[in-house]
């Protein structure tokens, strides 16, 4: 048994032009509301960010100034590589990063050309429109198929609703 389609709530063509202006109109709406809504966001950060600005600055002084101290005293790190104080610890860790003497494409080439293909990493990402070349048969082997649908755009014209062109 089938289900029985909702008959819609609009009888005719004007309607429905009349449903996309209202469709426009909250359109409009809803991006001045949002372009409201980013202005107080940029107020609040800039309020704490300029609150902050002080602890901030007073932070990394007190960081460098800790730094300064374990480096003048580094002797101190030579048996064990932390110190364990009543408020925290401090601590020296080896760690070492590569460094790229030329740009990345550079780099990559030079990885290529010395068949060090192991170094790089490779993203696999499946190619839709190279798949939509395929046949049925093919697509149907890995899995995949084309479907095909009729899909209603509904495009209210911003601007014209927003300079009130054809109002009644």
């Known amino acids: ?14 309607d429905v032009d009349c449903a996309i202006r209202k469709l426009g109109n909250l359109e409009i709406e809803k991006s001045r509301i949002e372009g409201l809504q980013t202005l ?3 107020n609040i950060k800039e309020k704490y960010t300029a609150e902050s600005e002080e602890i901030v600055s007073e932070q990394k002084r007190i960081s460098s100034e800790i730094t300064r101290f374990c ?34 494409d ?14 790089l990493k490779i993203d696999k990402k499946i190619d839709k429109d190279k798949l939509r070349e395929l046949d049925a048969a093919t697509l149907s082997k890995i899995g995949a198929q084309i479907v095909t649908k009729d899909s209603l755009t509904i495009t209210p014209d911003v601007a014209r609703i927003a300079a009130g062109v054809g109002e009644a």
């Open 40 to 42: 107080e966001i940029n």
């Open 71 to 104: 480096e003048q005293n580094k002797d101190s790190f030579l048996n064990k590589r932390s110190k364990t104080l009543n408020y925290g610890t401090v601590a020296y860790r080896v760690s070492s990063s590569v460094k790229l003497e030329n740009n990345v």
């Open 1 to 14: 048994m089938g289900r029985t389609k909702k008959e819609s709530i609009y009888k005719n063509w004007h």
């Open 106 to 119: 550079v780099v990559i080439k030079s990885i290529e050309a010395a068949n060090l293909d192991f170094c």
